[in-house]
């Protein structure tokens, strides 16, 4: 990681949530870094030191699956990842983190974090709301798992992550994601999924360039996506 001063005290989940007399102390506690492409910022199985916010850029919050990487969501736009290692216990991280793109990302260690939960209590519900809602997609994402088949969980893939990231001048998703990532972040083979790919793009329900993924037919994703 390479340091990095710029930071508005605005743009991240725990500066959104927080009283705004709190800011100082924050940006006296907050490190700022820019984390390259491919950098892993988290890695599975070290200690908790603290928790990270995104600023701008994307990341990949995945974990191992068996032999293989399943990414769990993509946090952006000033979202936290590491949260997931706050325990009373001694912790550590359940979940690896690492960048798809140049990213800016703020850290501020777990002691810190905690007490920033204690005083701020609007901050202290709006993670609690961000669990609950965490923990409801990832239940929803372990039954996709289970009972859809990769043509059905790609087509869900792509109309969520139009909802998060948006659609370009283009009109491709404003998101550049490797085949292997999509793979992970359905849970499925690299070649299923290319394999996949394919019969989306024969039936015009997708198109793409390069790595740019867009979407022709909306309500025929939206069919798949809920068989």
């Known amino acids: 990681m390479k340091k990095n001063i710029n930071c508005d005290l605005q743009t991240c989940f725990m500066c959104r949530h927080t009283l705004p007399e709190?800011?100082?102390a924050i940006g006296t506690h907050?490190?700022?870094f820019i984390a390259k492409k491919g950098e892993v910022i988290i890695k599975?199985?070290?200690p908790v030191?603290?928790?990270?916010?995104?600023?701008s850029g994307n990341v990949k919050v995945h974990k191992h699956w068996g032999d293989k990487e399943l990414i769990l969501r993509f946090a952006n736009d000033g979202a936290i990842i590491g949260h997931r290692g706050i325990?009373?216990?001694t912790a550590i991280y359940p979940i690896s983190a690492t960048?798809?793109?140049t990213t800016s990302i703020c850290y501020v260690d777990i002691e810190f974090f905690k007490t920033t939960l204690k005083v701020n209590h609007d901050f202290a519900y709006s993670l609690l709301m961000f669990y609950a809602d965490e923990l409801q997609t990832s239940e929803k994402k372990m039954r996709e798992l289970a009972l859809m088949s990769v043509k059905c969980r790609l087509a869900v893939a792509m109309l969520t992550l139009r909802d998060q990231f948006g659609i370009n001048s283009d009109g491709f998703l404003n998101l550049h994601?490797?085949?292997q990532d999509l793979a992970a972040y359905t849970g499925a083979t690299y070649e299923t999924v290319f394999r996949t790919m394919n019969e989306l793009l024969a039936e015009k329900l997708i198109h793409v360039k390069d790595k740019m993924i867009g979407i022709l037919d909306e309500s025929g994703l939206l069919?798949?996506?809920n068989k």
Not at 49 to 55: E, K
Request: no cysteine; charged share 30%.
């Open 22 to 24: 709190w800011h100082t």
């Open 30 to 32: 907050k490190r700022n």
């Open 44 to 46: 599975e199985g070290d």
């Open 49 to 55: 030191t603290g928790v990270y916010f995104v600023t």
């Open 87 to 89: 325990s009373s216990k």
């Open 99 to 101: 960048a798809l793109e």
């Open 177 to 179: 994601l490797s085949r």
């Open 223 to 225: 069919d798949l996506s």
